[in-house]
């Protein structure tokens, strides 16, 4: 199997879970910045997904959503026919580590049965077409979750072993064995990505820093898990989206590839700074926000450290974060405080927040 850099260029290029956050990005990316290809946004638009996210590209004469869901074979075989998908990006899933916690069952069965669905029907439709795998590809987007908890020493390189902790990150890593497994035992054209915590505009905000600017927006207690010590490596969303596009074009076929910021926080810093941020921004005294922090009972199996090594990205396809995290922390916290709108009407559907069941409405 060809393990060699190629230069893939999607015609019509399928993305699922576009309506999410990252999705949302990757849509808007292709879509504005390829006018030359047909993006179609397969989505169920589950609670974590909203069609408010790309108000932004909605008319444009290369974008089309489709309602569906990965798990309904028969629907996503028909959509790959119909729109000719020779590319897919595969960001749906259910994404938020507590909810997998209170209920792992949705998340087996979306993140894993949903993959592998996705992934039959793709081979099903390819590999009968005349030109077969050539010119096809799909791009499985994970976490670096899969590869378990840091101490204080060490980085996760594409070499470290699976040692997935939650339901969450046992239902990607079960998904990134599956993808991997249609590429060994039928050539089926794959690559991969692990990515660090994302963050910036349309993340809903169940996730620690929209739910914490909101809250400080409104006055709501910060629930700090645990001691607050726990890192994470933050990358703003643009970036992964930018990414995705660079190992999309270019990446090895059946490889993987760690996307992080080199920008590890322990979450009480990066709440504090958050803090002092949105006093400005609110004009509140300086120390104001600080006093909402309110240290609760620790996450069921909390991963204590996540940092990445990206020097495969970096070195083999040069791709690097775009901007700081003092810039992309500030800008995220503008978007947020000029959309609020935006947070109102995400939040206005059948949904009842982790925040909400676990603390109250206070
Ligand atoms: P999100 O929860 O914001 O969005 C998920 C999207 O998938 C939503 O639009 C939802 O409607 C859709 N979806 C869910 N179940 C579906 C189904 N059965 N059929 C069709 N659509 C369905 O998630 P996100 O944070 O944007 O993450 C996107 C992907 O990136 C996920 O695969 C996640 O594991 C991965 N990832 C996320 C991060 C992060 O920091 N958020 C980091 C690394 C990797
Ligand atoms: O590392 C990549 C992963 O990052 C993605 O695969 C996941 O989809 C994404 O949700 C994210 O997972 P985390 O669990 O790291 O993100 P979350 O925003 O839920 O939490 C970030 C840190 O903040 C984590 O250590 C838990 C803590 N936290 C979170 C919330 C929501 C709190 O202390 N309080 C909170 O209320």
């Not at 169920?44 to 932004?56: E, P, R, V």
């Not at 994302?198 to 929209?210: D, S, T, V």
């Not at 010590?229 to 992964?240: F, S």
């Not at 120390?287 to 009972?297: A, D, P, Q, R």
Request: hydrophobic share 35%; proline share 4%.
């Amino acid at each position: 199997m060809d393990k060699q850099p190629r230069q893939h260029k999607p015609k019509n290029l399928l993305v699922t879970g576009g309506a999410g956050f990252i999705g949302s990005h990757v849509v808007q990316r292709w879509v504005t910045g390829h006018p030359e290809v047909n993006v179609v946004n397969l989505d169920a638009l589950t609670y974590a997904g909203n069609l408010t996210n790309l108000t932004a590209v909605e008319h444009a004469d290369n974008y089309t959503f489709v309602k569906a869901d990965i798990r309904d074979g028969a629907a996503v075989s028909k959509i790959l026919r119909e729109h000719k998908i020779d590319t897919v990006i595969h960001l749906a899933a259910e994404s938020h580590v507590d909810r997998s916690i209170d209920g792992p069952m949705e998340f087996l069965d979306t993140n894993i049965m949903g993959t592998a669905t996705l992934l039959h029907a793709c081979r099903e439709y390819w590999k009968d077409t005349a030109e077969g795998y050539a010119g096809k590809l799909f791009y499985h987007v994970s976490t670096d979750e899969v590869y378990g908890s840091l101490g204080a020493e060490g980085l996760f390189t594409e070499q470290t072993s699976y040692d997935p902790r939650s339901p969450y990150s046992a239902s990607k890593a079960a998904s990134d064995h599956i993808v991997r497994a249609w590429f060994h035992t039928y050539g089926f054209p794959v690559v991969l990505s692990n990515c660090s915590n994302n963050y910036g505009a349309y993340q809903f905000p169940e996730k620690l820093l929209p739910l914490f600017i909101h809250n400080i927006a409104s006055e709501k207690p910060l629930p700090v898990y645990g001691e607050g010590i726990n890192v994470r490596d933050w990358l703003w969303v643009e970036d992964h989206a930018a990414a995705i596009e660079v190992i999309l074009r270019g990446g090895g076929l059946g490889e993987t590839y760690n996307i992080g910021g080199e920008n590890e926080w322990r979450n009480i810093d990066l709440i504090r700074t958050l803090c002092r941020i949105m006093d400005g921004r609110l004009g509140r005294a300086p120390g104001t926000s600080e006093k909402l922090i309110s240290f609760v009972e620790d996450r069921a199996g909390h991963d204590m450290r996540y940092a990445i090594d990206a020097a495969k990205l970096r070195d083999d396809l040069g791709w690097r974060p775009s901007i700081t995290f003092e810039e992309g922390l500030e800008k995220t916290v503008d978007w947020y405080l000029a959309n609020s709108d935006w947070l109102k009407e995400v939040t206005s559907g059948d949904y009842r927040s982790y925040y909400a069941r676990q603390y109250g409405d206070r």
